[in-house]
């Protein structure tokens, strides 16, 4: 009968959950995460050696109409992309059109997530309390948006994924993602 667990497979388990506890050498992880191993030799619950966090793969068209949603062309020109017209504050964010090849998706992660982690001067990028003077997305986005948004951040240098043409603020140069 599907959905029961029988006495020999509870006892199995048991037993393979008392020998990853113990640590004892051949045991394994039903269930393990690929590309993750067991930390510390098979101690449960240790960091795996060499353990790194990947963003998972994220929609590029999707994080374009974030880009778009979160207004971020504002402040953050993309020549060659084509958003609504603004009457932002300016040049307050470094040209991100260049960006996409020189960082890893964990380092966009962060800069939007906590854009005061690495701080550049340039232009406007700093208020008078030397912050970043972009906010935090912590609250009002979604964890899928961000995902997808820095799908999109790493094609920018590597080909458009969203309708080329006339429509950034025409801006080059000056500082990288972490303002």
């Known amino acids: 009968m599907r959905g029961r667990v029988g006495p020999v497979t509870l006892v199995a388990g048991v037993v393979a959950l008392g020998l990853l506890a113990a640590g004892l050498p051949g045991a394994q992880q039903s269930g393990q995460m690929e590309g993750h191993g067991m930390a510390g030799g098979g101690q449960a619950h240790g960091t795996p050696e060499g353990w790194t966090f990947r963003l998972p793969e994220g929609d590029p068209k999707a994080g374009r109409r974030a880009f778009v949603d979160f207004e971020c062309y504002k402040c953050h020109p993309v020549p060659g992309e084509n958003f609504p017209t603004s009457e ?7 040209d991100l059109s260049w960006m996409g090849p020189l960082h890893p ?17 340039g232009p406007g990028f700093l208020g008078a309390d030397g912050k970043s003077k972009m906010p935090s997305y912590t609250e009002s986005m979604t964890l899928q948006q961000l995902v997808d948004l820095v799908a999109y951040l790493r094609t920018l240098g590597a080909g458009p994924p969203g309708p080329a043409g006339g429509g950034g603020r025409g801006v080059t140069g000056g500082g990288h993602m972490g303002h």
């Open 105 to 121: 998706a964990e380092y966009f992660a962060e800069a939007i997530l906590n854009p005061n982690a690495v701080l550049t001067e």
């Open 88 to 94: 932002g504050s300016g040049d307050v964010g470094p």
